[in-house]
């Protein structure tokens, strides 16, 4: 009977628990589908915050893009109209004002392409367009850019190539051109007294890359190792005050920082305050393996004898290290004395080459007994110019060659000495000129002072033009007479450029389809392939230069 009675008790018990549980059970899954619904709201907000993330970072994009062609638009006007200005032979006094409005205007357009390229680094849309590449072209041209900015703070730049890195690689240029312009204008802005040198070596041949090793090293004010470590972030600055000696956006190192590991290549800096910085960047580049052929030069310097005189140590080391590369015994002096006082030790001398200010202060005992030691040895000189000064074109006889030395002018220089023909000195890097073509040429633009520009600017390199202002116009033009060019604005009234392009590619023309070249201030790369898409043959961005101009025309009619 007990038994019985527990096992009743414990069925009631049961039976209570189990509707405790029935009822915990009820309680909690109640709670869930609470906490479901709460999560399920927050999961909409979510949704709903990301949207309008995702729609500010485009309306952002948009923004900038529009900011950007709206500010580019009246820049070509400021740039253009200079450039137009300087031709219609201004006072010196005027041609100052015209140069510092076109300088500023430059300025201008460098901070609104920094922040183009920010806003498609945040985005993630900056794109790598690689190409075939020569190094010496690439850096030559940057330094060049940059040699008169140096020399205005009385600073050396010098470049050095090795001679191993192969001559055909495979990079983008715009952008690998765009990181070296930033870190040697940082490094020129932040020196004083000294030099600023690219040195750029092989670090390792790879079966497919070349790993290349980019240094920028100057002499100027460094950087506080409490700040090394955020000058890579946007808009930081080591000195942000208001007072701050140096302009800028703080954007410059950002952007070099992105582009570099777009190229999967790393960025670093080493500095000491006070004494200098050097940044560093490694990058692998695909090479085109070149044909073992030894160069024409090759056999020429071999073992030749080369003594040369620079006061700048860091002008020696380098000028020693290439002078060896393309195969001389080099002597390496700082004055020309020293030169003189050593020659005697030295075998046979093939070659002098002496940096120009040091022959325009050698005493008069000096200069006699140089000239003599030149003329009894018959040993032809090159004089090594700074980049500012024109060679004195009285004395023809005088070799010479401008600073920063170009591998390609220094050979030819080089090769010239040595042949004994002074004729072909090497070219000076002058404007470009233009002998006009035969062409027809329509500009398709309807803001007015555009319209002005670019008709100043065809105007000086000898093109009339003939200008619509929009699409609708375009194509009843070509209803009436042929162009052999039309420069084509994308956005315009009535119809735009783009679809002007479309429809005029559905006509036939007898002589052929026209060319059509876009000359917008939209500046992203997808503008550039959206005029290619809609049948344009090429485009210029605005500001257009007139170099620029003069370069698509001579692409387009080769031979007119
Ligand atoms: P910006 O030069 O426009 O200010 P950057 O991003 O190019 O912007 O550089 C960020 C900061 O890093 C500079 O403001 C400067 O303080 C520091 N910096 C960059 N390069 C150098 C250099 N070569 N020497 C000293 N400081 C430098």
Redesign the pocket.
């Known amino acids: 009977m007990d038994e019985d009675r527990v096992s009743t008790l414990t069925k009631h018990q049961i039976e209570k628990l189990l509707l405790k549980k029935a009822d915990h059970f009820e309680r909690l899954t109640k709670d869930l589908s609470e906490k479901n619904a709460e999560l399920r709201e927050t999961q909409k907000q979510l949704i709903a915050e990301k949207e309008i993330a995702e729609s500010a970072t485009k309306a952002k994009a948009m923004f900038l893009a529009n900011m950007s062609h709206e500010i580019r638009t009246p820049m070509n006007a400021v740039i253009g109209m200079t450039e137009i200005l300087k031709e219609t032979n201004p006072s010196k006094e005027q041609l100052t004002f015209i140069e510092t409005i076109h300088k500023s205007g430059y300025d201008l357009v460098h901070i609104i392409n920094d922040i183009l390229d920010y806003s498609k680094v945040e985005s993630g849309k900056m794109e790598l367009e690689v190409q075939p590449i020569n190094l010496h072209e690439l850096v030559s041209e940057t330094a060049n850019l940059l040699v008169l900015k140096a020399e205005e703070k009385n600073i050396e730049l010098i470049y050095y190539i090795d001679e191993e890195i192969p001559p055909v690689l495979h990079a983008d240029p715009t952008r690998l051109k765009q990181i070296l312009v930033?870190l040697v204008n940082?490094?020129i802005?932040?020196t004083s007294v000294g030099e600023v040198v690219i040195e750029i070596t092989l670090e390792k041949k790879l079966a497919s890359e070349a790993i290349i090793n980019f240094k920028v090293i100057?002499t100027?004010?460094?950087?506080p190792e409490n700040k090394i470590n955020h000058?890579f972030d946007s808009f930081?600055?080591?000195?942000a005050s208001t007072t701050r000696n140096?302009g800028?956006?703080?954007?410059?190192?950002?952007i070099t920082k992105s582009l570099v590991e777009l190229m999967s290549g790393e960025v670093s800096v080493t500095s000491t305050t006070g004494e200098g910085?050097t940044?560093k960047f490694v990058v692998g580049l695909p090479y085109t393996a070149s044909i073992s052929k030894s160069p024409r030069h090759a056999s020429l310097f071999k073992n030749k004898t080369l003594l040369f005189a620079d006061q700048n140590a860091s002008h020696r080391k380098y000028l020693r290290k290439k002078l060896q590369s393309l195969g001389f015994n080099v002597n390496a002096f700082q004055t020309i004395e020293e030169l003189i006082a050593n020659i005697k030790a030295v075998p046979a001398v093939d070659l002098i080459l002496v940096e120009d200010f040091l022959l325009g202060n050698m005493t008069d005992s000096v200069k006699e007994g140089f000239e003599q030691l030149l003329k009894t040895g018959q040993i032809p000189l090159i004089k090594m110019l700074p980049f500012g000064k024109v060679p004195d074109l009285k004395k023809v006889n005088s070799l010479s060659i401008k600073r920063p030395l170009k591998r390609e002018n220094l050979i030819s220089v080089l090769t010239t000495a040595l042949e004994g023909n002074s004729k072909k000195s090497p070219k000076s890097s002058a404007k470009k000129t233009h002998e006009p073509k035969d062409i027809s040429v329509l500009l398709a633009e309807d803001n007015k002072t555009n319209q002005l520009v670019a008709k100043g600017l065809l105007k000086s390199i000898g093109y009339q033009i003939e200008i619509v202002d929009n699409g609708v116009d375009v194509i009843s033009k070509l209803d009436e007479k042929y162009y052999d060019l039309i420069l084509m604005d994308v956005q315009m009234p009535v119809l735009d450029g783009l679809e002007a392009t479309q429809k005029i590619r559905d006509l036939e023309f007898k002589p052929g389809q026209p060319i059509i070249i876009a000359m917008t201030a939209n500046a992203m790369e997808e503008d550039r392939d959206r005029c290619i898409e809609a049948g344009m043959n090429d485009y210029l961005s605005k500001p257009v230069k007139r170099d620029e101009i003069i370069e698509k025309i001579e692409k387009w009619f080769p031979d007119n």
Do not use: H, R
Not at 248 to 254: A, D
């Open positions: 930033n940082n490094a802005k932040f100057d100027g004010i460094g950087i000058i930081s600055q080591v000195d140096y800028g956006t703080g954007l410059g190192l950002t910085s940044f």
